[in-house]
């Protein structure tokens, strides 16, 4: 059985900074492209940032673009979203997601999710 964990749920202000890890518990090669996504109160979901495992390359959402990266240690089975200049509108569950298909944030390319860690950003 595959699990993600997400941990580095915190409160942080306008400006600051967060990493946030995702752990693979269990096979990784079951996941070649492994995703941020984050859902806002009344919001839908949408994808950040994303990497494919295997050769590093990554996408962004337009929003967090020279503010977010995303990067892995393949030894460590894990990956990381450093995210800077932090804004309120940043605020909302983050999930980290794995997937076969590709990085284009498309929901269901994703089939394994973790529980999610919540950032919240303050003016």
């Known amino acids: 059985q595959v699990r993600l964990v997400e941990s580095g749920a915190d409160s942080v202000q306008y400006g600051g900074s967060q990493r946030l890890s995702c752990v693979v518990f269990?096979?990784?090669?079951?996941?070649?492209?492994i995703a941020w996504f984050r859902q806002a109160p009344g919001k839908e979901r949408e994808g950040v940032a994303c990497i494919n495992s295997a050769t590093g390359v990554t996408t962004y959402t337009d929003s967090v673009k020279g503010r977010f990266t995303i990067s892995r240690d393949n030894s460590k089975n894990m990956v990381e979203l450093q995210m800077n200049s932090l804004k309120p509108e940043d605020t909302a569950m983050y999930y980290c997601?794995?997937?076969?298909?590709?990085?284009?944030?498309?929901?269901?390319?994703?089939?394994?999710w973790g529980q999610g860690t919540q950032v919240t950003v303050s003016s």
């Open positions: 269990g096979n990784s090669n079951l996941a070649n492209y």
């Open positions: 997601a794995g997937g076969w298909i590709s990085c284009g944030f498309i929901i269901t390319d994703f089939h394994l």
